[in-house]
């Protein structure tokens, strides 16, 4: 069963062609991983999944219901998570708040019953912080459930951008770049976490640099350049394929 | 005289923390200033003398006076709201990925709409709020302090602690918090803009209802141009205290109260306007982002 599926997907930006045609399908339960250089289009194609950018041409479709032009938000509650390559949480707020906002699309209780807190609400609230400090320690961050985002450690702050994906329940994480900027000792500990995710069932796309990443987790492979998919398979395949290799290294002469 | 100030001044400064917060949660959410702002508050201030008014003309206030004030304000607040909503659809959201400048001229435009819709409707002569207990008080500490200061001391400091709790423990003020830290992030944990920016307008205009019919109580006179010095006089609070931050806003409101009520007893009344102002300069000197702001980190 295929859950997320790219059809001629193109995107402009006035005269530069960001992503032209792209196509392909993400198995359910499967990590994928999208690969190229550079200005490749990597990030343009996760803001148009995520609905932050429109495309200009193509479909997108999730369980065959198609997301194409609905907002950030919609998208979010058919079942698309993801995190940013920058870190983008919400600093001022504590780590467990972070995590605790992203259950919002998974709950019922409205304004009304949150002022007069019924029960309905109280057992919702408690739900949901029990729920929250799971996801922590999932990501192993349990222990600074009160500190303030903005405060922890890098290697922290990416893991709790996983957490807070996770935490609107999603059945596709994207995750840009989830390795930049870590230590080997880090990357191993996030190649261990995104198998994890794998183990509970989500299916988990990536935008990665990393070859040693790549390679160790993926089952499959796209690569990206200019914007046009070059390539496709699983990493054996990817590896010996000239054309991506040209694409790294430019052309022998 | 000291005590009689410090009340005059916490009434005053009260009513400016409220009109205050509105400017600083749809500044923090949208940044924008959102100059019709002042005009809800007449509307608010407006909206009383019309339901006392009615309630008085069907005898209700000589009924119960309780009864009728709470439904006086429960009215306000809803009216106000619901004209913040509409000013939020109409005149804002279209221009949301405008460039800046758009919404701001869009916002004087609506203040100048309102301004001459409530002069042509209501006359441009001042309102006189009925007299209901102006001079009754108690005495405190050798001063006099009537009811209805107490009350807009008491309605402001409760108001302003519902809403820090609201905005620290409930669900919408989480969801608050995180669209005014990152719009597109909030929508990206499946947080609906739209309806946070609603109801943030609803909040704010309720705020201002309040402040308005609180102080057309006080003072006794509505006139369809008080929005604009009690606007000004707001926005002045909230950058005092550091625009976008809702305690901020609190503490200037209170603060430019104290200090107008003080400097008008001890040093002039006619220049009473211009010493607020002096110390919003100077505060800015020494730190540009107000009290309570925090100085923009360079978004990567």
């Given at each position: 069963m295929y859950l997320l599926e790219v059809r001629d997907l193109t995107k402009h930006f006035g005269g530069i062609r960001?992503?032209?045609e792209v196509r392909f399908r993400a198995k359910e339960g499967s990590i994928m991983s999208i690969i190229g250089p550079n200005g490749a289009g990597k990030t343009t194609l996760f803001n148009c999944l995520t609905g932050i950018t429109r495309p200009t041409k193509g479909a997108i479709s999730f369980f065959d219901m198609e997301t194409t032009g609905l907002k950030p938000d919609s998208i979010v509650k058919l079942g698309v998570a993801r995190t940013f390559q920058n870190i983008r949480l919400?600093?001022?707020?504590?780590v467990i708040e972070n995590v605790m906002v992203s259950q919002h699309c998974r709950t019922r209780s409205g304004l009304l019953s949150a002022i007069i807190r019924s029960n309905n609400f109280r057992n919702e609230e408690k739900t949901i912080k029990e729920k929250a400090l799971e996801y922590l320690e999932l990501v192993g961050l349990e222990a600074y459930a009160?500190?303030?985002?903005?405060?922890?450690?890098y290697g922290s702050q990416k893991r709790l951008e996983i957490a807070r994906a996770i935490a609107t329940e999603p059945r596709l994480i994207l995750l840009d770049?989830?390795?930049?900027?870590?230590n080997p000792q880090e990357t191993g500990e996030m190649m261990e976490l995104i198998k994890k995710l794998q183990e509970l069932g989500k299916t988990i796309i990536l935008i990665e640099h990393d070859m040693k990443v790549v390679m160790g987790i993926s089952e499959n492979i796209v690569v990206l350049d200019h914007g046009v998919k070059i390539a496709e398979g699983a990493p054996e395949e990817i590896r010996k394929n000239p054309m991506v290799i040209e694409a790294y290294l430019g052309k022998e002469h | 005289m000291f005590t009689q100030q410090l009340i005059n001044g916490l009434t005053l400064g009260g009513v400016y923390a409220l009109i205050a917060l509105g400017y600083t949660m749809v500044y923090g959410i949208l940044?924008?200033?959102?100059?019709?702002h002042g005009e809800i508050y007449m509307l608010g201030a407006y909206l009383g003398i019309i339901f006392l008014g009615f309630f008085t003309a069907i005898g209700l206030t000589s009924y119960s006076l309780p009864l009728a004030l709470i439904l006086t304000f429960i009215l306000s607040v809803i009216f106000c709201s619901s004209y913040g909503f509409t000013i939020e659809k109409i005149a804002y959201k279209p221009l949301r990925?405008?460039?800046?400048?758009s919404p701001l001229i869009s916002a004087i435009g609506v203040s100048i709409f309102l301004q001459n819709y409530v002069m042509l409707t209501q006359g441009a002569t001042d309102k006189i709020f009925p007299h209901?207990?102006?001079?009754a008080g108690i005495e405190l500490m050798g001063t006099r302090v009537t009811y209805t200061q107490i009350f807009i001391i008491a309605a402001s400091a409760i108001l302003m602690l519902s809403l820090n709790l609201f905005i620290t423990k409930t669900r919408m003020g989480k969801a608050m918090r995180a669209v005014a830290q990152d719009k597109v992030m909030a929508s990206l944990v499946g947080i609906n803009i739209n309806t946070v920016i609603s109801a943030t307008f609803i909040i704010g205009s309720g705020l201002a209802a309040v402040a308005g019919l609180m102080v057309a109580a006080y003072y006794g006179l509505v006139n369809y141009s008080i929005g604009y010095i009690a606007g000004i006089k707001a926005f002045t609070a909230a950058v005092l205290g550091g625009i976008g931050s809702v305690p901020g806003a609190m503490f200037g409101g209170i603060l430019l109260g104290l200090i107008e009520s003080f400097s008008a007893a001890y040093?002039?009344?006619?220049y009473k306007d211009a010493y607020a102002f002096i110390i919003l300069i100077i505060i800015l000197f020494i730190k540009p982002s107000g009290l309570?702001?925090?100085?923009q980190e360079e978004k990567v």
């Open positions: 960001a992503i032209e919400f600093r001022e707020m504590t009160d500190t303030v985002a903005g405060s922890l450690p770049e989830p390795t930049a900027g870590m | 940044e924008l200033i959102n100059f019709a990925n405008a460039p800046r400048l209901l207990f102006e001079k040093i002039s009344s006619e309570f702001g925090k100085t």
